[in-house]
């Protein structure tokens, strides 16, 4: 069918823990929506890069996002209410944990004093 399965285990910074599972059309969506039922904010991608970094066998890629807040805003006035945006970059040898690290930088900076993630501790993915 094309789907890929995700589960997330994160860990917050006061060491509480949390597991979600997601479907997506590949690995780095149905992460990214894993995180999203856990952090249960309405969040929007804006951009997504993935690069790589070096050659051969042992390639680093880096994966940026750019996020916000979802505008759920709808309004009869002229104008629309926009969130400001946050970047996240992350680093690996693996294309789906470099994104998750990517995504959970820009989620931390999103949040700020709230419930802030350190990382993804397990990320299981089948397809």
């Known amino acids: 069918m094309g789907l890929s399965t995700t589960t997330i ?4 910074t006061n060491n509480s823990t949390h597991v979600a599972c997601s479907i997506g ?22 951009e997504y890069s ?40 992350g680093t690996g040898m693996d294309v789906v944990v470099s994104s998750v690290e990517a995504y959970l930088v820009a989620l931390n900076k999103l949040l700020g004093c709230k419930e802030s993630f350190i990382c993804a501790e397990k990320i299981q993915i089948s397809e």
């Not at 042992?58 to 969130?83: D, G, L, P």
């Open 9 to 12: 285990k994160l860990v917050t």
């Open 50 to 89: 993935l690069n790589s970094v070096t050659e051969g066998i042992s390639v680093t890629s880096t994966a940026r996002v750019v996020i916000c807040r979802e505008n759920y805003h709808t309004s009869t006035y002229a104008f629309n209410i926009t969130y400001p945006t946050y970047s996240g970059i």
């Open 25 to 46: 059309t590949g690995a780095v969506d149905s992460a990214y929506k894993a995180i999203n039922l856990i952090v249960k904010e309405p969040i929007k991608l804006l």
